[in-house]
């Protein structure tokens, strides 16, 4: 039986997220002394429309829309067998090589690292990129694995118990950061 979480906070409202990412997408244009190069990759579902936010407002600043790609880790999870019998399948498309790329991965929240893992995994599968860097809305600690994030709109210390829910209008129809018990 699935656990159900109830609302404990809101963390972010859709200002305050709106902030945190213009100050991502400045960071990642910094970072790169530009944007030559930067490919955004966007893992299914929520990282899509946080990457094509975070498209939208580099493409504000340096004239430049980046190509975006979209990634399902599906199959490279490490836990497949005891997340669901019958896992639901997104979409990979990446429009561009991979090799030698600067790759932006986009994630709504880092937590085990097993996600980010997975990420790069079925990326470098595809061709070896010159660098891969991880930018995700929300840090919520926990990990388990030595990854880090490079770009984080905000970091959020939670328990192991409760759940971080990054919203976007596109699936969730609103858009911000919410923490449940």
Known sequence: MAKTFKLK????????????LRRVAH???ENNRGVEGIKLVGIQRRGVM???????LIKEVEGVE????????TFY??????????PVVNATDLPFQVQDAKIIMVDDVIYSG???RAAMDAICDLGRPALIQFAVMVDRGHRELPVCA???GKNLPTSKSEMVGVLVPEIDGEMGVVLYE
């Open 66 to 73: 980046l190509p975006l790609g979209v990634l399902d880790i």
């Open 50 to 56: 946080l990457a094509k936010m975070l498209r939208q």
């Open 27 to 29: 960071e990642i244009i």
């Open 150 to 152: 490079n770009y984080v």
């Open 9 to 20: 906070a809101n963390i972010m409202d859709k200002q305050a997220m709106e902030r945190a």
């Open 77 to 86: 999870r490490d836990d497949l067998s005891i997340l669901q019998e019958h």
């Open 114 to 116: 097993r996600t980010a």
